[in-house]
């Protein structure tokens, strides 16, 4: 599928989640945006809120303006009480410009021929079975990882991201 803003940040861009959907708008036209996605990340019995913001746009002919900065700027001081905050691109020069540090690396999986004797398959979370989605919910919240807290509804909304994939190693 090809990539698309509505598709790619579903969970961010939801009606659920409209009310943490943050927009200037300039002559009827929404000219940015920034989606704040508040979520639970926990590892053993600790919880920690945490706040993702993602779906950062600014309309080209409004940019080098210091639209983002002041949106920014304003939206941070909303979500202040949060333990810890995330930004959701690849965008990497835009960690720096908010003063962000990158925590992983982006990787781009690609399926190849491999000497070891698992299979990887390539699916959409949309097009999991019952058994395969049971099996990879069980999976995420069997790891001693720390992991974003998922509820069911959360699992509906990564099947709407239909432009991702998923390796379901056998």
């Not at 919240?141 to 432009?163: A, C, G, N, Q, Y």
């Not at 991702?164 to 190693?169: E, G, H, S």
């Amino acid at each position: 599928n090809k990539h698309s803003f509505l598709i790619d940040f579903y969970p961010l861009l939801a009606k659920s989640n409209h009310k943490n959907c943050h927009i200037i708008i300039h002559e009827n036209e929404v000219i940015a945006h920034i989606g704040v996605l508040r979520r639970v990340i926990e590892n053993s019995n600790l919880q920690h809120s945490i706040t993702m913001y993602g779906g950062i746009a600014v309309s080209p002919n409004y940019r080098g303006m210091g639209l983002f900065k002041k949106l920014n700027s304003s939206i941070s001081s909303l979500y202040n009480k949060t333990a810890i905050h995330m930004l959701w691109s690849d965008k990497l020069d835009l960690y720096k410009k908010i003063n962000f540090s990158t925590a992983i690396d982006l990787f781009e999986y690609k399926q190849e021929k491999s000497p070891h004797p698992y299979v990887a398959l390539q699916k959409k979370i949309c097009d999991l079975n019952s058994e395969e989605t049971s099996q990879l919910k069980m999976l995420y919240r069997s790891s001693s990882e720390i992991r974003i807290h998922r509820t069911d509804k959360d699992w509906e909304d990564l099947k709407e991201i239909t432009s991702a994939d998923l390796y379901l190693i056998y």
